[in-house]
Each structure stands twice: as structure tokens, then as C-alpha cells.
Nanobody, 123 residues
Framework: QVQLVESGGGLVQPGGSLRLSCAAS????????MGWYRQAPGKQRELVAG????????KYVDSVKGRFTISRDNAKKTVYLQMNSLKTEETAVYYC????????????????WGQGTQVTVSS
């Protein structure tokens, strides 16, 4: 079973930047498209960005376009999310996972969810 470990979160001021990492165990990671998701208190989890198994970004939620960049390094079994110009409303726990093909980006997931990494945007 693949395990996912997210890191890189923290406290940042509005307008600041963070780079999140999601490290996966197991080589099967390379076969899956991956997504970054976030869940704010009292809200449903939402997709932030998605990337193909080969490394092409294929999905960004409208609110992050032009500010966030998703990437991956399959040799390192890691997915990244570069977040720039952060806003207070983006405070949330950020997670990564692999949505099963055919189930959309918010359907069934291939891996067990990790602990996530807390991002707090505040002055």
C-alpha cells in the first residue's frame, strides 16, 4: 500500500509563498495522475491542482490559476505544489492523492490519505 507524506506547510503572510511536497512510497506512484487537495475548517475537501502521470499539469481550480504550479519528480516519487501570492482564504490542510481514472478528480482514490500539511495564511 502506497503511503503519502505531505510537508512544507506553515504560517505565511498574505502575498507570501510556500512549496508543498508529497512523498510517496512505492514505485506504482509513477502510474497515477496526482492531485493536490485542500480542506478548510467546516468546508468540503476541494481539488486545487492535478497532474498527469507523465508530469503535465492538467487541472487547476480557477482561483489558483497563475499563482500555483503543480509538478512532479517520478524518480523521487514526489509531487510538488508551488504556491505564490497566497490569500487568507487559502488557509487549509493540504493533501495529495491519486484519483482513479474514470472517477473524476473527486471520486475514488487509489491511496490512503496522508496526514496533510497545514497552511495558514495570516498577517
Amino acid at each position: 500500500q502506497v503511503q503519502l507524506v505531505e510537508s512544507g506547510g506553515g504560517l505565511v503572510q498574505p502575498g507570501g509563498s510556500l512549496r508543498l511536497s508529497c512523498a510517496a512510497s512505492g514505485s506504482i506512484f509513477r502510474s497515477y495522475r496526482m492531485g493536490w487537495y485542500r480542506q478548510a475548517p467546516g468546508k468540503q475537501r476541494e481539488l486545487v491542482a492535478g497532474i498527469s502521470s507523465g508530469g503535465s499539469p492538467i487541472k487547476y481550480v480557477d482561483s489558483v490559476k497563475g499563482r500555483f504550479t503543480i509538478s512532479r519528480d517520478n524518480a523521487k516519487k514526489t509531487v510538488y505544489l508551488q504556491m505564490n501570492s497566497l490569500k487568507t482564504e487559502e488557509t487549509a490542510v493540504y493533501y495529495c492523492n491519486a484519483p482513479i481514472y474514470g472517477s473524476g478528480w473527486n471520486g475514488t482514490f487509489a491511496f490512503v490519505w496522508g496526514q496533510g500539511t497545514q497552511v495558514t495564511v495570516s498577517s
